[in-house]
């Protein structure tokens, strides 16, 4: 079975700040990981996703996530948080060899960046 | 391209009223989800279509929940009758056909029954 914990409810980061938003994750395989970002009253958009190859992997708007396949984890992260990245991060995982079966979604954790 | 599209976007509704969510999905995605998310359960996956073929409804909360795909580019979600703790934004999300492929969702339909 496949699951997907973030951690933490709700981060607080000051503006300027990097910022880390946590995600576990559990496989019996391989996984492919995701994050995605829901701003108020939209839909959820995906920021960037690790299939195989290098562990740091680059998506929009300058976040960045880390594979960490000994302590099973993908956390977000961006060098200097802005006040316009203050939203809802959804984690997501795909047990590779299961097939294109849906995303398992984390409960979400929601970033606030202050001024 | 439009990306995936939602209507209507907002949907107020009496209880005991018939409720039709639609969605059209990306071009070319044979994959098509349907969610809902409140404060209370998050995201909840309803059911998944491939190839127009309904694969997993398990998620699906009672009896009045249906859910079709005619065609590769037209799905509906239907409550009937409605119920207040139906109350949630409804997401429709397609994806093309590969494990490593991300899924695109749509902008929501918020649903509020009275």
């Known amino acids: 079975a496949q699951s997907v914990a973030q951690p933490e409810d709700q981060v607080n980061v000051a503006e300027g700040n990097p910022l880390t938003v946590k995600c576990t994750y559990s496989?019996?395989?391989?996984?492919?990981l995701f994050w995605y970002v829901q701003y108020p009253n939209r839909g959820l958009q995906f920021l960037l996703k690790?299939?195989?190859?290098?562990?740091l992997v680059k998506g929009s708007y300058g976040f960045e996530a880390e594979f960490n396949k000994s302590q099973t984890s993908f956390h977000l992260k961006k060098p200097s948080a802005l006040v316009s990245d203050s939203a809802l991060y959804f984690c997501?995982?795909?047990?590779?060899?299961?097939?294109?079966?849906?995303?398992?979604f984390g409960k979400g954790t929601r970033l606030s960046v202050i001024a | 391209d439009a990306g995936v599209i939602q209507s209507p976007r907002h949907e107020v509704t009496e209880m005991g009223q018939e409720v039709t969510l639609r969605c059209k999905p990306i071009?070319?995605?044979?994959?098509l989800f349907w969610y809902r998310q409140t404060m209370m359960r998050g995201l909840e996956l309803l059911i998944y279509?491939?190839?127009?073929?309904?694969?997993?409804d398990s998620g699906m909360p009672e009896d009045r929940f249906s859910a079709k795909m005619p065609n590769a580019s037209f799905s509906t979600l239907k409550i009937q009758p409605s119920e207040p703790r139906d109350s949630a934004v409804y997401f429709c999300?397609?994806?093309?056909?590969?494990?490593?492929?991300?899924?695109?969702f749509g902008p929501g339909t918020r649903l509020t029954v009275t």
């Open positions: 999300a397609s994806s093309f056909g590969t494990e490593a492929y991300e899924q695109y």
């Open positions: 496989v019996s395989g391989n996984p492919y």
């Open positions: 690790y299939i195989t190859g290098d562990n």
């Open positions: 997501a995982v795909r047990d590779l060899g299961s097939g294109n079966t849906p995303l398992v």
């Open positions: 071009s070319g995605h044979d994959y």
């Open positions: 279509f491939n190839n127009n073929v309904p694969i997993d």
